[in-house]
């Protein structure tokens, strides 16, 4: 069977997928109406879900019919898809959904409903609206032969800073240029990645992709400060194999997808726990050890699907973001005046290292939004809450920055979305796709923070380039 074949296939099986669960959705919309004193929130979630899932169904529609011409690596898709989780999917499934110690009016639920979507429409007309001239295709290739001697020295260099940033031995100076090589882990194994399936490799040189090579990438970010790490080096590897093969292998990512349930349910009692240790004073392989013990003690409570279950309604209340954005809308400006673009100034620092810039100031954005909207005890300074982009707009500009940022962020996926999604898009390119792909998509996460990785991500790939890019 052809990719193309393929592709159809499972573009038809994932749409009939994807509308059944609309379906479900509107029943459970239909039920909450009422339910609270904003008699439409759970309508107005509903309609957040459609036209944030409309990118997937319009996507899923065009690979079954015309495969060959689907893009390799559907960004914009994605990003509805997260987007609806985060903020549309929260008031159906609750009256009234909580974050952490914030429980939202109901009122401000329905405002932060209505923002996100008049924010994700302005984002959707950035994206299509046809804005200046269309960017040219990127064409990163790749010479075979040089790419594939150099993977896994690449691979292993990469990994070894890994293990050095996580013992905590590198010094403040150097950790950023560390940082930048430990990038090569993940783009010699991706090459690998892209070789096995093309069917280029051996047996013994495959099984080594499959079973060291992919499985390092998660090691190395399992024990981080959360799972969004652990999120990302698997979208990044489904990247791949969607581009690549035209299918997902469902049969490795349900039982994944209820491992990182599990994960996720002991976060919130790992964060309690670190936060009682001072920064930076234990490594990762402390914090992975302590991860480790948790999820086997939430396991071992009871039986593996209640564990299921109950690491399930962890994660729900983990990641309402729209709970977050209307506790936000309701302490600003009455309480927390906007920050009028400070959050933004971290930017430029992400990507300069300590050794260049040895004054360069430390980003605490994390501890001090939670402070700011009293969402952290006044003693906690070891505990970190993610600035969603979308609340960031807000907290530094208001409703008009929602509006008018999203529509920004539109144009920059659309410029990025043309450049590495092509239908045509070789080997190379879709390497380059799968990594800026996957870190865009944390948008849970503060602007300087994504896009400081993917500037990051641009600076390595452009030097590995050199190195092994095919010779025009």
């Known amino acids: 069977m052809t990719r193309e074949e393929r592709l159809a296939q499972s573009a038809v099986r994932m749409r009939y997928a994807l509308i059944a669960v609309l379906l479900g959705l509107a029943y459970l919309a239909f039920r909450r109406l009422g339910a609270t004193d904003a008699y ?35 960004l914009l898709p994605v990003l509805g898809l997260i987007h609806a989780v985060y903020y549309g999917l929260p008031p159906l499934l609750v009256d009234r959904p909580t974050f952490m110690s914030a429980a939202p009016s109901s ?54 800073c890994h293990l050095l940033l996580r013992s905590g031995s590198v010094p403040a100076a150097l950790e950023q240029p560390v940082l930048l090589v430990s990038w090569l882990h993940q783009i010699g194994v991706g090459i690998g990645i892209i070789a096995a399936l093309r069917g280029r490799l051996g047996g013994v040189a495959r099984a ?90 939430h396991v071992g409570g009871g039986n593996a699907a209640s564990a299921v279950l109950d690491a399930g309604r962890t994660v729900r209340d983990r990641t309402s973001m729209i709970a977050l954005f209307a506790h936000v809308i309701e302490r600003t400006p009455e309480h927390v005046a906007h920050w009028r673009g400070d959050s933004y ?8 290292p ?36 979308t609340v960031e707009l807000f907290v530094n500009f208001g409703a008009s920055g929602v509006v008018i940022g999203m529509a920004l962020f539109g144009w920059l996926y659309r410029w990025l979305a043309r450049r590495l999604a092509g239908w045509d898009a070789d080997d190379g390119t879709i390497l380059v796709g799968a990594l800026i792909f996957a870190r865009l998509a944390g948008v849970e996460s503060d602007t300087s923070l994504v896009w400081g990785t993917v500037l990051q991500a641009a600076i390595v790939l452009y030097l590995c380039f050199r190195l092994f890019g095919a010779r025009s």
């Open 345 to 352: 100034r971290a930017l430029p620092a992400s990507v300069v």
């Open 208 to 297: 080594a992709v499959l079973l060291l090579g992919v499985p390092s990438l998660f090691l190395v970010q399992f024990g981080a400060y959360g799972v969004g790490p652990l999120v990302f080096v698997a979208l990044f590897v489904l990247y791949l194999v969607w581009a690549v093969r035209g299918a997902v292998p469902w049969s490795l990512v349900l039982p994944a997808l209820a491992l990182l349930l599990l994960i996720k349910g002991g976060v919130s009692e790992f964060r309690r726990a670190l936060a009682t240790s001072a920064p930076g004073s234990t490594t990762q392989w402390e914090r992975a050890r302590l991860l480790t013990d948790l999820v086997r003690a």
């Open 107 to 160: 009122a401000a639920l329905q405002a932060g409903v209505d923002l996100v979507l008049f924010g994700w429409l302005a984002l959707l007309a950035g994206y299509h609206l046809p804005l200046g001239k269309a960017p040219t295709r990127a064409a990163f290739r790749l010479d075979e032969q040089r790419a594939l001697a150099l993977a896994w020295p690449l691979a292993l260099l990469g990994f070894g």
């Open 354 to 389: 300590r050794a260049v810039w040895p004054d360069k100031p430390t980003k605490q954005l994390g501890q001090t939004f939670g402070h700011a909207f009293g969402l952290l005890a006044p003693d906690d300074v070891g505990t970190s809450i993610n600035l969603p982009q």
């Open 40 to 74: 439409w929130l759970s309508g107005r979630a509903y309609l957040l879900v459609l036209v944030a899932t409309a990118p997937s169904l319009v996507y899923l529609r065009r690979a079954a019919e015309a495969p060959e011409r689907a893009e390799r690596l559907p």
